[in-house]
């Protein structure tokens, strides 16, 4: 898979995920091409170390 626009300025972010309210880390944000549009997407990390992809509007930053 290739990663177009591919960020590391959010690495270290801590993130809720909404659709599972479990905690995480940004590890690199980038855009997904679909047909007509681009898509902001990010490469997270859970608390058991299992990496994910997801769509920035289902994750929210948060304070420690």
């Keep these: 898979m290739t990663f177009k626009n591919q ?3 959010l690495f ?6 909404n659709e599972t309210n ?3 880390l940004i590890l690199f944000t ?3 091409s679909y047909a ?3 898509v902001q997407f990010a ?3 859970d608390v058991k ?3 994910y992809n997801i769509n920035m509007d ?3 930053p948060i304070e420690s």
């Design 49 to 51: 170390g299992k990496k």
């Design 12 to 17: 270290g972010t801590k993130i809720i995920n």
């Design 22 to 24: 479990e905690l995480g």
């Design 36 to 38: 007509d549009k681009d």
């Design 7 to 9: 960020d590391y300025t």
């Design 43 to 45: 490469t997270c990390v």
């Design 30 to 32: 980038w855009d997904n």
């Design 58 to 60: 289902f994750i929210s």
